[in-house]
């Protein structure tokens, strides 16, 4: 990953900016990190990824609530059906 300072990112800017198509970029400030840049498209993956995981999380913890007997939800619906009526 390269490393500017603000300093460094404001006086060359555009060359950091291309850099971010080929791996990000970090803004670094007193020796910590400040800011990542990274390509739009670099950016569109890792938000599909993490919205890919977070679906997974669901499926698993949708696994684990327990199951309602299919006589039991048949039941349940009649009974709706008739409160609405």
Excluded: C, K, N
């Excluded at 679906?55 to 309602?68: G, K, S, T």
């Excluded at 039941?75 to 008739?82: K, M, N, P, W």
């Amino acid at each position: 990953m390269i490393s500017a300072t603000p300093s460094q990112f404001r006086s060359q800017s555009s060359d950091y900016i291309a850099a971010t198509q080929h791996e990000p970029v970090e803004i670094i400030s007193r020796r910590a990190g400040r800011a990542v840049l990274v390509s739009p498209e670099f950016f569109d993956r890792a938000m599909q990824a993490l919205e890919d995981q977070a679906d997974v999380r669901a499926v698993a913890e949708a696994r684990d609530e327990p199951r309602i007997p299919f006589e039991d939800l048949v039941e349940e619906l009649r009974q709706l059906s008739r409160s609405s009526r």
